[in-house]
């Protein structure tokens, strides 16, 4: 019997979601794109922020100098009343071995420990005289010597003469570097007698031997360089004597001899700490283990070791907290372009899912109307998105694993196998992804809470926003007054709510929402003398710009471009920092000194300088240091000193101005025309000057005699200016070089020349000690901490980032009209509209939202830059130095004219020209199927 065609089974309907995909597969991909590359950038951010925040920690400890960060435990003898060969077994270097390594494994952690470069060992702390008549005495006074036994000698020095020390208690014997043997005349055999204890007969020392230091740069040497190279030093204020300082490295088996010194020796255990293993997150840590160590419960548990006089003493945790101060001071300045490049990706995810539900407004109406819940709709689109959206997260997660470079060792428990925490990158994808995921089906079940039939045309000029999107408007307006206002009141101090860092996003969300309110008004105001026009391109256009929703395109470029202008006027005032510093270190282009302070430079110097390739001016000084300044308050005024600089006026006021740095007019310091030596004995003689404030207000108005090297003459201060290009001191007095009793110049202040090359070689001619100082060089030199590099990466790339959310914003809110403004010019062709008018109506439609948005955005960035100013501390992400050392005094956050100029103009040109290129693709194509009968729109 055969079966019935209604017997047979029914065929298998098509997945929807494959449906969906298959039919829109431009849709699709488009969407995975924007999250591909949004979800990258947000899982790419604190990676990047990890990496360079760890770079910089480590780089500040691996560039500090050895002494600056060796970890030191020290510890008094074996006390004095106890046998003496007790006190001598308590420097035995097998007990001593013992000891270093229990109190290595007791140091808490993260710090980690080179051992090779870990040393320890007994020395005295207090020098003791050198006491044989042939050694070197520059001025009559005996070497002062350091006793000092360490370990692993052998592994960081090579024999060159001689045998290595042996020697006991009774009969002790050292080594000496090659350059102590050749300072203080010692050779192998030679006896050196230090005082003992209790003035008893002199204890003989034996050098059996001269060693070479392998690698003196590295810590096992460079933590004490004594060690290795003597030292000149001097004694007295009046009468100055000079002396040598060397040091004897004693054996570990004669190291009990040092108990009978009258060196008052110590036991010591140094160790060098390693930072390739520390993460930006350590620090924290790492001053906490530093601080129980000096004193607390790691500090008790080494004295167990060490014994009760045990102490811990480093500077490492001074470089610690002067990183963490920089990152504190960098972080808000960075969270501003990480808030305002977040918010801006947000609202273009947000009308990415408009642009869908609006092309697909009818399709949901029409299952809405056929009995379709919001339940199945909300999930099958839920179903759609999510296809698309999580690949595409995960793939933008594991690129950013990928292609953001690793810290190196760091603890598997807190971070990947690159030493960067996974979780930050794993939630701030997820974030994308979900929101991206529930964009499209929240708005689509909101819109469609209840069935709606074909309505009428949406237009901006007419409607009448609803009560709820007003009382939304407000809130979200109050708030952000507010906490605009609260950040006034409050003060520039973080407090941990990032409230500086999203004033800019606040104060582009109040720019927003007043912007999309007032956008009708000035269409109406352009639309009724438009309607006079003969064309009808210009009335159409403007009809056209009032019904197209602006809402989620102008807060998208509102905030793309406050982000970009404030975020360019930040790299503008780095950029300013950093040369004014370098400017204000060298006073010029180039500076040129001699090796000491004040010394003359050599005759025939500026003649030759000037004559160098690129050198387009020089300015001779003539710089004398710490001249004592009388004052109009008589004897009873506390004593001050300034440098007096002898300047030529006319080469000396061009680069004042040229620099910005106290300029004024050459006539101010004319010469007296009593110059030379002829004149020495003229007391009389009253110079003119130019003094800093501080300077200016000691002398006072009337003359005031000064007793110089230069000579002995009265100035009278004339000009008061706050800098100067001669010198980087605060205080100072300038005169005319002419009027100086004893003429010489002491350094040269050079313009033009960006290579010091051919400058050098020049001054190299003259005399091989001269400095030569170049400003480019100087600026260079303000940029090593990857904290500063890594934080300007970031920032440029997030500007570069919002300035492509801007232009994806820009072409969505075309898109978004885009086939009702294909048909309408279809419509306009058949009633005898060109193609260069439809070219011109489609411009002039898009013009006002992207002209509107522009100054908005523009407004905006002028308007935060005083707001925020004095909460970002441009100073340490400018200058590599801490502001106590630094030319400059601050780094003012000023608004940079081309940030806030360049993209409001682009902007309105991308905007144009995508209109323009929609338009001739429109006119490409033909009107039969745009005018199709039957078509709803």
Known sequence: MSRSRTDRPAR????????????????????????????????????????????????????????????????GPPALEQPAAVREAGLAPALLDRRHERVRDLLPAPLRIDPRQSVHGVRTVRWVAGTDPWLPRPDGLPPELV????????????LKQGRLAAGTAARPEAVVTTKTAETLRLKAGSVVHVPSRFGLEPIAVKVTGIVEPRGPEEAYWAAEPILHTPTLATTGVVDIKRYWQAALLVSPASAPALLST?????????????????????????????????????????????????????????????????????????????????????????????????RRDSELALLRSRGGSLTGIGLRLLGETSAVVVPAAALALALAVTTVPGTGDAPASAAGSDGIPLLPSLLAASAVALLAMLVLPVRAVVLHRRPRLHGGRDDLLTARPSRRRTVAELTFLVLAVGAVASLRLRGTGDGGDHLVSAAPVLVGLIAALVLVRIYPLPLRWLGRPARRLRGVVGPLALARAGRVSSTGALLALVLALATAAFGGSVLAGIADARDRAALLATGADARIDGSVEGTPLPAGLTEAVRGTAGVRDVTPLQIEYAVDLPSRLGASAPK??????????????????????????????????????????????????????????????????????????????VAVRPTTPALQDADFLLVNAADLTHRTSTALLVTGPADGTALRAAAKAKSGTLLVTMRTEQRAGYVDSPLQTGAEQIYTAAIGAGAGYAVVAVLLSLLQSAPERTTLLARLRTMGLTRKQGRRLLGLEALPQAVLAALGGTLVGWATVPLVAPGIDLFRLALATTPAYA???????????????????????????????????????????????????
Do not use: C
Not at 303 to 320: A, H, K, N, Q, W
């Open 12 to 75: 298998a309907v098509a997945p929807w979601v494959r449906t969906r995909l298959r039919t829109t597969p431009w849709a699709a991909a488009t969407l995975a794109l924007l999250v591909l590359v949004t979800a990258y950038l947000a899982a790419a951010l604190p990676r990047a922020v990890a990496a360079y925040e760890s770079q910089g920690l480590r780089h500040d400890i691996e560039s500090a100098a050895a002494r600056n960060i060796v970890l030191q435990v020290t510890a």
């Open 640 to 717: 001050m000193s300034s440098p007096l600089v002898g300047v030529e006026p006319e080469s000396y006021t061009r680069l004042a101005k040229r620099t910005g740095f106290g300029p004024f007019p050459p006539g101010l310091l004319a010469s007296t025309g009593k110059g030379g030596t002829e004149v020495a004995a003229d007391r009389e003689r009253v110079l003119p000057a130019v003094a800093s404030p501080s300077v200016a207000e000691r002398l006072g108005d009337e003359p005031q005699e000064l007793v110089t090297a230069a000579g002995v003459f009265r100035v009278k201060v």
């Open 887 to 937: 030319p400059l005094d601050s780094a003012p956050l000023r608004a940079d004219p081309w940030s806030l100029a360049v993209p409001a103009v682009a902007v309105v040109l991308i905007t144009a020209v995508a209109a323009l290129g929609q338009a001739w693709w429109a006119g490409r194509k033909g009107s039969i199927k745009e005018l199709r009968a039957g078509d709803a729109r």
């Open 147 to 158: 006793l000092s036994s360490l370990s692993g000698l052998t592994s960081h020095a090579t």
């Open 262 to 358: 009258a060196g008052e020796p110590e036991v010591f255990f140094r160790f060098l700490p390693t930072s390739g293993h520390l993460t930006g997150g350590d620090a924290a840590r790492l001053d906490s283990a530093l601080s129980s160590a000096a004193a607390g419960p790691d500090l008790a548990r080494m004295r167990e070791v060490v014994g009760p006089t045990g102490t811990f003493g480093t500077d490492l945790d001074g470089i610690v907290d002067a990183y963490v101060s920089t990152r504190e001071a960098i972080s808000p300045v960075v969270a501003v372009a990480v808030f305002g490049v977040g918010t801006v990706a947000v609202v273009v995810l947000a009308m990415t899912g408009g642009l869908f539900l609006a």
